[in-house]
């Protein structure tokens, strides 16, 4: 389930404690790992340094595509659909030369959901416009095509994860982020004007506003 589209979902969340923390499972390139198809973090692994930081959560890290594709590799995108899609057989993955890459994508996805089963995370943070862990908003095939496609949906390991039932969150979701951070730092208040991904002004110029009780 997207967090920032059912805020009402918050509530599933225990209270983090340092003798509780939160559990958290994130993209491994936004905890500086070089998982990247060039064996970098993609820039990302500075993000989110206040949550990183904080005693209470307890995060644990994974990259799908490096797990069953290896580094370096190529890019995979979603051709057809999004993420659900692929799971219900209606899109692909394939790279910039079109080999096809679905099923070593199906292979990451399903190793990152028993590993957020085995390491029982009760929140995914995972890097948005990405084909494995975007959550809001993908590429819509090949993203070297030029000028670039975007859709709205869910990378395929996103995909899974919230079928599964997990939470998700994508780091570009700044409302919910602020409300996450208002549970585990006593006194942090979010500013004002937070606006989660789905709501950002260029994705509902671009792409259309999506409802927040959607999954």
């Known amino acids: 389930m997207r967090l920032a589209h059912n805020p009402k979902a918050f509530s599933e969340l225990p209270k983090p404690t340092t003798e509780a923390p939160l559990r958290i499972l994130m993209s491994a390139c936004m905890m500086g790992q070089g998982c990247g198809v060039d064996g970098t973090d993609y820039g990302m692994g500075g993000a989110l ?47 910039e030369s079109g080999a096809e890459l679905s099923e070593q994508m199906a292979e990451g996805a ?77 006194g942090f208040l979010a500013p004002e004007g937070l606006l989660d991904h789905h709501a950002h002004p260029w994705v509902v110029e671009n792409l259309g506003y999506s409802d927040v009780h959607f999954g």
């Open 49 to 95: 340094s206040w949550l990183k930081a904080n005693n209470r959560v307890h995060i644990v890290h994974f990259c799908p595509e490096a797990h069953s594709m290896g580094i370096p590799r190529t890019m995979p995108d979603l051709h057809g659909g999004d993420g659900r899609d692929f799971w219900k057989g209606q899109a692909k993955v394939l790279d």
């Open 110 to 186: 399903k190793a990152m959901l028993a590993f957020a089963k085995e390491q029982r995370v009760q929140l995914c943070v995972l890097t948005d416009m990405s084909a494995a862990c975007g959550t809001q908003v993908i590429a819509d095939g090949c993203r070297f095509d030029q000028p670039r496609a975007y859709r709205k949906g869910m990378g395929v390991a996103a995909a899974a994860l919230s079928a599964a039932g997990f939470l998700v969150l994508a780091q570009r979701d700044h409302k919910s982020l602020g409300r996450l951070r208002a549970m585990i730092e006593p």
